[in-house]
Every structure is written in structure tokens, then in C-alpha cells.
């Protein structure tokens, strides 16, 4: 079956402590059992985008996090 990719826990805020959109992206092997990798993000808010372009863009976000962890080591 492969790998699967799964933008969740989308939660948009904007109150005294600031705003943003936060959401869970999970990569998930389904060829290894147990096995996967959860990513968090947090992006700027914009209320004019729609869902399909903050999932988007949250998906780049935890790619681009994860390229430069594994560029760590």
C-alpha cells in the first residue's frame, strides 16, 4: 500500500497571544506495521485561504521540517 499522508488537528487561533493556523501532519507506512511520523506545524493565519490551500501549505511547512532535521545529521 505505501505511504500515506494525512493533514489533521487543523486549528486556527487569533487572540492576545497571536494568530496562526496549527495542524498535525501524519506520514504514515502502512507497509511497516506501527510505523509513521507525526509532524507539528504552525503557520501564519489567513482567513481568506480555504481549506484545501491551508492543508497545502501546512503539508510544505512539515516537508520543509523535515528535510532539515534530516539534514542534521
Known amino acids: ?43 501564519p493565519l489567513d482567513k481568506d485561504a480555504s481549506l484545501a490551500e491551508i492543508e497545502g501549505r501546512v503539508l510544505e511547512k512539515a516537508k520543509h521540517q523535515l528535510r532539515d532535521l534530516v539534514a542534521t545529521f
Open 1 to 43: 500500500m505505501g505511504m500515506e499522508i494525512e493533514v489533521g488537528r487543523i486549528t486556527a487561533f487569533d487572540n492576545v497571544h497571536g494568530q496562526g493556523v496549527l495542524a498535525t501532519v501524519e506520514f504514515k507506512d502502512y507497509d511497516v506495521r506501527h510505523e509513521g511520523i507525526r509532524v507539528e506545524v504552525c503557520i
